[in-house]
């Protein structure tokens, strides 16, 4: 795996590091030239060097190089990313284009980081309706449905059923209420997946299937989102 060397303020000797709070974006907007051919360089730039800091997040890698997670994506915004460069907690992987400033330095915003040290994910997820969701895809477990989902007591609460990963499913409103207080069986309704607890690498596994609708360029290498799996 290929890793661009990163900027590192250690790296920079006899250069005062300025404080985080004094760095601020600068563009193309704060230049100011009467000349015409100047006033023209204006107009033609890359567009990340106008984006703006906030829209600048750095995807976060574990010391291993894989994301910290990928539903929701592991990102941080610029601020704690270039805090942690600071730190030393992190090495940056790749940089954006785009820069902030302080009276005494310019630094590229980071788009990669890595951890230094390796953090160890739970075995076993949070028992959470989001978790529920990605663990059943975002589908019906009745009719494969994706719209108007809530959850459903296989065995209805009424009848002992307990909340826990193993009792409850996802549902769309429509089956939910034609279930109502009855077993799949006594609905005639067949369960396509069957509920299970399952694993922190089950579920990161089902978000690779789910990419945000916005990936930098600079992010690919690290999310393998078209990468067929092997058995």
């Known amino acids: 795996m290929h890793v661009t060397p990163g900027w590192h303020p250690v790296r920079h000797k006899g250069r005062r590091a300025a404080p985080l709070s004094s760095l601020r974006a600068t563009g193309p907007e704060s230049w100011s030239s009467d000349q015409p ?8 730039y890359h567009p990340e060097l106008i984006r703006h800091p906030d829209s600048c997040p750095a995807l976060v890698l574990n010391a291993d190089y ?20 600071f730190l030393e907690r992190v090495d940056v992987v790749a940089h954006y284009d785009r820069e902030v400033h302080s009276p005494s330095l310019s630094l590229k915003l980071p788009s990669v980081i890595a951890l230094r040290q390796f953090v160890k994910p739970n075995e076993y997820p949070a028992f959470t309706r989001f978790n529920l969701f990605l663990r059943d895809k975002f589908r019906c477990v009745y009719c494969g449905s994706g719209r108007e989902l809530t959850f459903d007591h296989v065995l209805p609460r009424a009848k002992g059923g307990r909340t826990t ?7 769309c409103a429509p089956c939910n209420l034609r279930k109502g207080g009855r077993t799949p069986a006594e ?3 067949q369960v396509m997946r069957d509920p ?3 694993t922190s690498w089950q579920l990161q596994d089902h978000g690779r299937a ?5 990936l930098h360029e600079s992010w690919r290498d690290y ?6 799996l092997e058995p």
């Open 37 to 44: 051919n100047e006033r023209l360089a204006r107009r033609v």
């Open 66 to 85: 894989t994301p910290l997670s990928y539903y929701p994506l592991s990102l941080w915004p610029w601020q704690t990313a270039v805090k942690s460069m």
């Open 165 to 171: 990963w193993e009792n409850v499913t996802t549902a």
């Open 187 to 189: 609905a005639h309704m």
């Open 196 to 198: 299970i607890r399952p």
């Open 210 to 214: 789910f990419p945000p609708n916005y």
């Open 223 to 228: 999310l393998y989102w078209d990468v067929e």
